[in-house]
């Protein structure tokens, strides 16, 4: 059984895989075609992804140093004009939730390039190490630090 601690961890490594994924595929781009307009909330490759990579180390830092209690703690969000409580749990669920929503429309902006867009759907499967293998020596991790020994 895994603890709700250990799946966020594992939840926003995945995150973390799939921008990883992502960025080195718009490498490839010329920089007019990554900073093109694009349809989209934030109007370009370059724009999305900065709104989404922002978050990704820190979530990773903040996922790893919290227990179950701290999963449960009520986090306060400054809204400009009120303050918003949830817990903390809730926030991180909510935070993979959009990250996974902005990547979808990189994913649409980079196949109106020469691109393709890259394969983003099996980085939760402990069975599917060997699709990640590369991605998980470029960002230094282990099986066994993401998934724990099994």
Request: net charge negative; proline share 3%; aromatic share 6%.
């Amino acid at each position: 059984m895994i603890d709700l601690p250990g799946q966020l961890r594992i939840q926003v490594r995945a995150n973390r895989l799939a921008n990883h994924r992502l960025h080195a595929a718009v490498v490839m781009l010329p920089r007019s075609d990554f900073h093109a307009l694009r349809a989209g909330f934030f109007a370009s490759l370059a724009a999305t992804l900065n709104h989404i990579l922002a978050v990704d180390e820190r979530s990773i830092a903040f996922c790893d140093g919290h227990d179950a209690e701290g999963c449960a703690a009520e986090v306060a969000m400054d809204r400009g004009d009120h303050v918003q409580r949830e817990l903390a749990a809730h926030v991180l669920a909510h935070l993979f939730m959009h990250q996974t929503h902005h990547r979808g429309q990189v994913h649409a902006m980079l196949a109106g390039t020469a691109i393709a867009p890259p394969q983003l759907d099996e980085f939760l499967m402990p069975s599917e190490a060997h699709l990640r293998t590369a991605d998980m020596a470029a960002l230094g991790w282990t099986e066994a630090e993401v998934f724990g020994k099994r």
